[in-house]
């Protein structure tokens, strides 16, 4: 199991771990060994989010997220396989996180009379600059 949150821990058999090649710095290492990781989390098949959860969750991970409802992470940072199995876990519930927290409902407000005031005088102000520049005739070019 990995707790996420107190109230929301997701089995190991919901999230696959696929091994392959890293780039980067490492030597001979790197070429032999397969230490990056390919974290895969089925976010529609879960049975440790709720509805709600799963829509925030597929919203925040954006392009991450397959045509099949399920999430990628890759993690290729560390030489150890061990610690990018752990900065993709944690890349994972750190997204989950972040779904968990309910956004705060908009509280829909009006205009104060003071910023109405001042809004039509700036209009004013820039209606009588654009006043200004117009010809004697009052109208626009002679083109048309």
Do not use: W
């Not at 895969?40 to 799963?54: K, W």
């Not at 999430?71 to 030489?79: D, M, V």
């Amino acid at each position: 199991m990995i707790r996420v949150t107190p109230t929301i821990s997701l089995p190991d058999d919901e999230v696959l771990l696929e091994f392959t090649r890293s780039s980067g710095p490492g030597g001979q290492h790197v070429n032999k060994t397969e230490t990056a990781v390919d974290l895969r989390f089925n976010i529609g098949t879960s049975s440790a989010l709720t509805d709600a959860i799963r829509r925030r969750l597929l919203k925040l991970a954006g392009n991450r997220v397959d045509q099949h409802g399920v999430l990628l992470i890759s993690a290729q940072s560390y030489r150890s396989q061990r610690r990018n199995i752990e900065e993709a876990t944690e890349r994972l519930c750190d997204l989950i996180r972040r779904a968990a927290v309910p956004p705060r409902p908009r509280r829909p407000t009006r205009p104060t009379k003071a910023s109405k005031e001042r809004r039509l005088t700036a209009k004013k102000v820039r209606g009588d600059t654009k006043r200004g520049r117009q010809g004697p005739a009052g109208g626009g070019s002679a083109d048309g």
